[in-house]
């Protein structure tokens, strides 16, 4: 998404200083969020109990999201890396066929992404578009 500060694109990963085997009850949320800038270093982090999927915003911190593009007669929006990962992962229907589900990915998560997105005549021109989504984001983003 764009940087809060200097618009541009910002990263938004689990907290880097959370170990592994501390998650939400320690925290008191379901989890903490930092957003990063690559351009100017920028970082914050954010607590939120549900994240919105689909929203033309960032669910953790309200940002228009960076990764967006026409796809299919609609908008493919992706949050992060991850969220891409997820996407195509889904798309290409590894998940489906085996039915496995990514460990970080809720369930909730697969289940409200939009039917367009599950449609089979649609993967190829999907996974163009996540493929060249991953090919702009700035290195080590
Ligand atoms: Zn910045």
Redesign the pocket.
Known sequence: MY?P??D?C?TVTPHPEIPADKKAADYGSLDVHRLR?T??G?FKDRKVDSAVVGSPVDPYFQRPVWLQTSCCGHVLRAYNVRHLDLLEAYVGARLRERGELVPWAPMSLVERLPTWLKVVKNRTEILRTIRRLRSALPAGG
Request: hydrophobic letters at 35%; aromatic letters at 12%.
């Open positions: 940087c500060r200097c541009a910002a800038c351009g100017c920028f």
